[in-house]
């Protein structure tokens, strides 16, 4: 079988960072899940300093998947009645797994939302790379009270992030949050389910802290 070709649009953003990148379809360690990421190869040299700036300038998420992301589709395919026939939205989507692994557990209606076009777009080519099929949105607070649960991934990175906990339920009756940079919040209304263990895809040698994955659940009182 000719393996898939990487989407063109998705390559020429990439090679505008780093301009001998490529990107690869890989099936995520544990899951039946396959995204367009980053080629390992690519992470064996060294960046030059206009490549690091640019790389901090405009990180590109959509081409990881994040420790907090895979722990966070893992808990879905192993317990899809969080989202069996539910309306679920994917809060800071970025390659979309957490997304497309609530789709393939049986949620009625799948929002992929991110404020980066490209995330989105990256996005759209995991979901046909997978067979799956989303919904897409790039304003959050545009979005109805309609949802059944919010899912959320690696978004807590800067701690001024965190009162979006309180406004994930504004949208959503639960909220599930995975976050291995600030696993420790303080909320009323979240609980840790646990810690789980995990790593970036490709794996980016982070430390080992930050390997471990809280997740949380909040319910709308």
């Not at 300093?49 to 998420?61: A, F, H, K, S, V």
């Not at 609980?191 to 909040?218: K, N």
Request: some cysteine; proline content about 6%; hydrophobic content about 45%.
């Amino acid at each position: 079988m000719t393996p898939p070709r990487a989407p063109g649009h998705l390559l020429d953003a990439l090679n505008q960072l780093l301009g001998d990148a490529q990107l690869s379809a890989q099936t995520l360690p544990d899951t039946d899940i396959k995204l367009w990421l980053i080629d390992a190869d690519n992470m064996d040299r060294q960046f030059s300093p206009d490549e690091t700036q640019r790389i901090l300038d405009e990180p590109p998420y959509w081409c990881f998947c994040w420790a907090s992301g895979l722990v966070l589709a893992r808990w879905l395919a192993q317990k899809p009645e969080w989202v069996r026939n539910k309306r679920v939205l994917d809060f800071g989507t970025g390659s979309g797994v957490a997304a497309i692994a609530a789709a393939k557990a049986g949620a009625t209606e799948v929002v992929a939302c991110d404020l980066d076009p490209l995330a989105l777009a990256a996005t759209k080519a995991n979901a046909d790379l997978n067979d799956v099929n989303l919904s897409y949105s790039a304003d959050f607070f545009a979005e109805a009270d309609r949802f059944d649960l919010i899912i959320v991934a690696d978004v807590l990175y800067d701690r001024a992030n965190l009162p979006l906990l309180d406004q994930f339920l504004s949208r959503g009756q639960h909220a599930l949050v995975a976050d291995s940079r600030v696993r420790d919040f303080q909320h009323p209304l979240y609980q840790r389910l646990g810690i789980m263990q995990a790593c970036t895809w490709p794996d980016l040698a982070e430390p080992a802290e930050f390997r471990h994955v809280s997740l949380y659940h909040a319910q709308r009182s």
